[in-house]
């Protein structure tokens, strides 16, 4: 994946200079938690730097639905106001599937057909990058097609391995300023094994959710033992991957009591 970014990247900035600069909007696929964001607002650094773009800070991230007005006519003004929000910088649209027409003159191909003129009207300086589920998002390209003429790069972001996952936790574990021990990588290593079969997997953000329910657990041993230390041992993450597996097996009951 990075390879393929490198190579957008370079592409875009080896014809900065000519007439037929490539567009810089971009869909970024796969499931939640795999960077598309952190990357996207790297992009945009990247790009004005180059002085693609004019404003290294100008960040707009909306969710798809923030495109979608309540009533008749406004759903273009909401557009285009986001849009001009974004203008000189990068306008990220996290589950942009979520526009995909429900219905034939929907309020989501009124927002469509306004991105989409956007997007040539102000290629210049603004790249706007389509984010969400590989699937769905593209049937949001299928949808109309002026997106594949706007649309040149797409990076597919793979799930994250359960090493890797693993390193994340470490990370966030040392800007906390925890130490790990040595014997709770297999314990972590496994809990991933099990849960990126569940569908909808969100990579890092189960990591966070998972280091969350450690850190608690830590403090409540270490209150309850009357310690002073900053050490997530395994009996801190096993007792949190029981909660949790508690928890979701007690929502997926479904049944009466009597």
């Not at 080896?14 to 037929?20: A, M, T, V, W």
């Not at 790009?47 to 100008?58: V, Y």
């Not at 984010?131 to 790069?153: C, W």
Request: net charge negative; hydrophobic share 35%.
């Amino acid at each position: 994946m990075f390879f393929e970014l490198y190579k957008i990247f370079f592409q875009i900035i080896q014809n900065k200079d000519k007439e037929k600069m490539p567009m810089l909007h971009m869909c970024f696929l796969g499931n939640p938690g795999t960077g598309k964001t952190t990357v996207a607002r790297i992009f945009g650094k990247m790009f004005a730097e180059q002085k693609i773009l004019s404003d290294e800070n100008k960040f707009v991230e909306v969710h798809g639905r923030d495109l979608i007005a309540k009533y008749v006519g406004w759903t273009a003004a909401v557009t285009k106001q986001k849009i001009k929000e974004a203008e000189g910088g990068v306008l990220f649209i996290d589950e942009a599937y979520s526009l995909t027409p429900r219905y034939r003159n929907g309020y989501e191909q009124e927002a469509i057909a306004t991105l989409i003129k956007e997007m040539e009207d102000k290629r210049d300086n603004l790249c706007v990058i389509l984010a969400g589920y590989t699937e769905e998002m593209y049937e949001l390209l299928k949808s109309n097609p002026g997106f594949e003429s706007r649309i040149q790069f797409k990076v597919q972001f793979p799930d994250y391995t359960e090493e890797e996952l693993y390193e994340i936790f470490k990370l966030m574990a040392k800007e906390e300023g925890y130490k790990l021990s040595g014997q709770i990588k297999e314990a972590i290593v496994k809990y991933f094994e099990y849960d990126k079969k569940k569908e909808n997997f969100a990579n890092a953000r189960e990591v966070r959710n998972l280091f969350e329910k450690v850190e608690f657990e830590q403090a409540d041993r270490v209150i309850r033992n009357e310690e002073n230390e900053r050490l997530i041992k395994k009996c801190d993450v096993e007792n949190a991957i029981n909660r949790m597996d508690k928890i979701e097996i007690k929502q997926s009951k479904i049944g009466f009591c009597m």
